[in-house]
């Protein structure tokens, strides 16, 4: 069962920020934020993950709001292979990992 | 570093026909594994996963069965299938060295029943 609530499509220009927006109001003390993005007939690739803390790597940045309610996803710069479906999932900390995806964002990056 | 593939990389197999579907990690040992299935235009379907050899926990009743008969292979099987088992299938695995993993996903196979 998908917790999270995320718009189904989004536009961006080339070069600027994308931020994807991902609503998990019922999200739990123990569980994490997961970020993985679906591009075209391919299988899911993982971006980033945080359960509090904002989070920043190679690919991308995740902000998490205090009340850990809603969190975002920024890419600083959006180029054409950004144009993907993001998937943000919530998750217990088990040993059995499972992850239940929603519907997703479906990000267009335009030149 | 710790590859995973499936294969093949698509499929079209008349309705009643059985299925076989392998997905192989390297480069790890007891991962956990899992099958998803994802519908056109829809997102990911969890329908298997595995902790161990043997152990196979699914999530939704389906035509479809898993089985891990050694540590680091998953296979997805039908005996006959139906109309409704076309999709994209996608297996992933995780780590259990850390409670808190991502999942790492192959290529997927996209089956096509006629």
């Known amino acids: 069962d998908a917790k999270t609530t995320q718009p189904p499509s989004m536009d961006c220009a080339e070069g600027r920020a994308a931020n994807l927006p991902c609503n998990h109001s019922?999200?739990?003390?123990?569980?994490?934020v997961y970020w993985y993005r679906q591009i075209h007939s391919q299988g899911p690739q993982y971006i980033i993950h945080?359960?509090?803390n904002n989070e920043t790597n190679e690919m991308a940045s995740l902000i998490i709001t205090e009340d850990r309610k809603s969190s975002t996803l920024i890419l600083p710069h959006a180029t054409l292979r950004d144009t993907a479906v993001y998937y943000c999932?919530?998750?217990?900390?088990?040993?059995?990992?499972?992850?239940?995806f929603g519907s997703g964002t479906k990000l267009n990056v335009k030149p | 570093s710790q590859t995973i593939h499936q294969w093949p990389a698509t499929l079209v197999q008349p309705v009643g026909s059985p299925l076989s579907l392998e997905c192989t990690v390297e480069?790890?040992?007891?991962?956990?594994l899992y099958w998803y299935r994802q519908a056109a235009g829809r997102g990911l379907q969890l329908l298997f996963y595995?902790?161990?050899?043997?152990?196979i926990s699914s999530e939704v009743p389906q035509n479809l069965s898993a089985s891990r008969p050694q540590d680091w292979q998953f296979i997805l099987s039908s005996k006959k299938l139906l109309l409704s088992d076309s999709g994209f299938y996608l297996c992933?695995?995780?780590?259990?060295?850390?409670?808190?993993?991502?999942?790492?996903f192959g290529d997927g196979t996209r089956l096509s029943i006629l």
């Open positions: 992933a695995w995780s780590g259990r060295d850390r409670v808190v993993q991502p999942q790492h």
């Open positions: 019922t999200i739990s003390g123990n569980e994490y």
């Open positions: 945080g359960l509090k």
């Open positions: 999932i919530v998750r217990v900390a088990d040993n059995f990992n499972k992850f239940y």
């Open positions: 480069g790890t040992s007891n991962p956990n």
């Open positions: 595995s902790v161990g050899i043997g152990q």
